[in-house]
């Protein structure tokens, strides 16, 4: 038996009107004791307002992401430009220390012959 036809039965064997009052208020205990409170329910409204502010965050720390992103590639090429640069330098060094040292042991040797 539902506990609306329990109470309407109960009501009606009630004689005085004290003990009805007293069966509707032990009625209403009943009934906010199973449900929550509404201000603790959330409605499909706050859902989707829930939902479109995390899509908005998420959307949000997505182009950011991007950005962090594309950053890091430039700080990447600048590295790998510096690095090309110095292997360019170091490169040139050595030529021009390999040919200094040939010229010098050319020099010794036509000058101590």
């Given at each position: ?35 929550p ?24 720390l ?29 490169t ?22």
């Amino acid at each position: 038996m539902g506990a609306a036809l329990k109470l309407y039965e109960e009501l009606l064997e009630a004689g005085e009107d004290k003990r009805r009052a007293k069966l509707i208020a032990e009625a209403f205990e009943a009934l906010e004791a199973r449900y929550p409170d509404l201000r603790d329910v959330a409605t499909h409204a706050h859902l989707r307002e829930t939902e479109l502010r995390l899509l908005r965050e998420i959307e949000a720390l997505r182009l950011e992401t991007r950005k962090e992103i594309e950053g890091v590639r430039l700080e990447i090429k600048n590295v790998e430009v510096r690095l090309t640069q110095a292997i360019h330098r170091q490169t040139v060094w050595v030529i021009l220390a390999i040919g200094g040292i040939t010229g010098f042991i050319r020099w010794l040797d036509v000058f101590f012959k």
